[in-house]
Nanobody, 119 residues
Framework: QVQLVESGGGLVQAGGSLRLSCAAS????????LGWFRQAPGKEREFVAS????????YYAASVKGRFTISKDAAKNTVYLQLNSLKSEDTALYYC????????????WGQGTQVTVSS
């Protein structure tokens, strides 16, 4: 199994920045991709960004493209999400998720880290 632990959330003013971290442990060799999702109060969980562990291809939701950047430190089995130019609508609980090899879905989730953007 893979375990994921997020950190780095907090309260920030609109226009500010945060960096989220997600540290993976366990059977990390089975990871095909790591991604970030978010869920705001009263809304469905939505995709934010993902990164293929081998090759490093990245994917972004249209709402965050150009403002958020996903990256990795393979030596630390950690993926990061740099959040810039934050808006109040980015306020949400941000989850890290792992997609195993030979799968099209993210099926392992962290506990989440809260990002609150004040206007």
């Amino acid at each position: 199994q893979v375990q994921l632990v997020e950190s780095g959330g907090g309260l920030v003013q609109a226009g500010g920045s945060l960096r989220l971290s997600c540290a993976a442990s366990g059977r990390t060799f089975s990871i095909n991709a790591l991604g970030w999702f978010r869920q705001a109060p009263g809304k469905e969980r939505e995709f934010v960004a993902s990164l293929k562990w081998t090759g490093g291809s990245t994917y972004y939701a249209a709402s965050v493209k150009g403002r958020f950047t996903i990256s990795k430190d393979a030596a630390k089995n950690t993926v990061y999400l740099q959040l810039n130019s934050l808006k109040s609508e980015d306020t949400a609980l941000y989850y890290c998720a792992a997609q195993p090899t030979l799968s099209n879905s993210f099926n392992t989730w962290g506990q989440g880290t809260q990002v609150t953007v004040s206007s």
